[in-house]
């Protein structure tokens, strides 16, 4: 069985250890690897093996979407989802264009659910 790695993409740690310990439960035998902000994350990612990333919205520096955009160029068919508490149709709608899940905060165990399933349906 192959170990999958989740990429945590987030400026906040407590968000980052929270979606890490909330997904260590459904899946302990993941690899989890952690970034802070969009620079950092394409560093992770030129060293890595990463099979889904979790990345939030706002960021200082490159949002979410941005990243997200950077990612694709050479990982296209990687499950991500995008985490926001800002709920405008056209972020929704350009997450959807990179065929990514978009679901809105706060945390919770039914938002970590659907992130779940979303990237276990490959």
């Not at 459904?26 to 560093?43: F, T």
Request: hydrophobic share 40%.
């Amino acid at each position: 069985m192959t170990i999958k790695t989740l990429l945590i993409v987030d400026d906040s740690v407590t968000a980052r250890l929270l979606i890490k310990a909330m997904f260590e439960e459904l899946h302990p035998d993941w690899a989890y690897l952690q970034a802070n902000n969009a620079k950092e994350a394409l560093s992770i990612l030129q060293n890595s093996n990463v099979d889904y990333f979790s990345i939030d919205y706002n960021m200082p520096g490159q949002s979410g979407l941005e990243l997200i955009e950077e990612i694709r160029k050479q990982h296209k068919e990687h499950r991500a989802i995008l985490l926001t508490a800002n709920i405008q149709p056209q972020i929704v709608k350009k997450a959807e264009s990179l065929n990514v899940l978009c679901l809105h905060k706060p945390l919770s165990d039914e938002l970590i659910q659907q992130a779940e399933a979303y990237f276990s349906h490959e």
